[in-house]
């Protein structure tokens, strides 16, 4: 394991600026699709689409509520849900930027909520530190991490996505516990589905039914 991360390691920054650059990209391409009429064409980086009339998600609701926004590949003829492909990209950011900034595991990554944020301050200089409290995991351990003013920007940028999908609070929602096979009191997750939506496996986030009518997740054969 040590030799793939040293194998990889210097590969990181890559990993991280192209990751930022699909974030702004995939940003600036649904703006300017939700500015242009159905059926008239529009180019962006290169490539030409038309717009097409945006309509609400068929099948399981999204984390936003606002209807999606569809646009053809005037070359290949594709159709395409920036919508879904925005919120997938800046996921992946926020993801890729924590990790990176914390070094903490994927399932230490999924239990981080809101109130994990605090502040301690000097008692000699009345300095305010911001930390990030770890709750214990493989390690058994509760951690508080130094907040670096980098982490400090992606997480307040999660933080104001999460407020503008949920008419300005973050929403409560319970996760099923795998390992200990119990659901856990509803929380503000940072990194969670949805709770209207059908659990995900291929993204790290978090798998979760909503308040009512809960019932145990069926497992993988």
């Known amino acids: 394991m040590h030799q793939r991360i040293r194998e990889r390691l210097p590969h990181l920054l890559t990993l991280a600026d192209s990751a930022y650059d699909h974030?702004?990209?995939q940003a600036a391409l649904l703006t300017a699709a939700s500015a242009t009429p159905s059926g008239a064409k529009f180019e962006h980086g290169g490539q030409i689409y038309r717009g097409v009339t945006q309509r609400a998600q068929a099948g399981p609701v999204r984390r936003s509520t606002t209807p999606a926004v569809l646009v053809d590949v005037i070359s290949t003829g594709q159709r395409r849900d920036l919508t879904r492909e925005e919120d997938e990209a800046f996921w992946a950011w926020a993801i890729i930027e924590t990790?990176?900034?914390?070094?903490v595991r994927v399932e230490e990554l999924l239990e981080l909520i809101q109130l994990a944020l605090v502040s301690y301050t000097l008692p000699d200089t009345g300095?305010?530190?911001p930390l990030l409290q770890i709750v214990p995991s493989k390690s058994n351990e509760e951690r508080l991490l130094l907040v670096s003013p980098e982490l400090a920007s992606v997480l307040a940028t999660v933080i104001t996505r999460l407020r503008r999908d949920n008419g300005g609070a973050i929403a409560t929602v319970a996760r099923w516990d795998h390992h200990e096979r119990v659901w856990t009191p509803p929380l503000p997750y940072l990194f969670s589905e949805d709770p209207?939506?059908?659990?995900?496996?291929?993204?790290?986030?978090?798998?979760q039914q909503a308040a009512q009518g809960r019932v145990e997740p069926r497992r993988s054969p």
């Open 23 to 25: 974030r702004d990209h």
């Open 99 to 103: 990790l990176r900034h914390t070094g």
């Open 127 to 129: 300095e305010v530190i």
């Open 196 to 207: 209207r939506s059908p659990p995900q496996r291929h993204r790290p986030r978090l798998r």
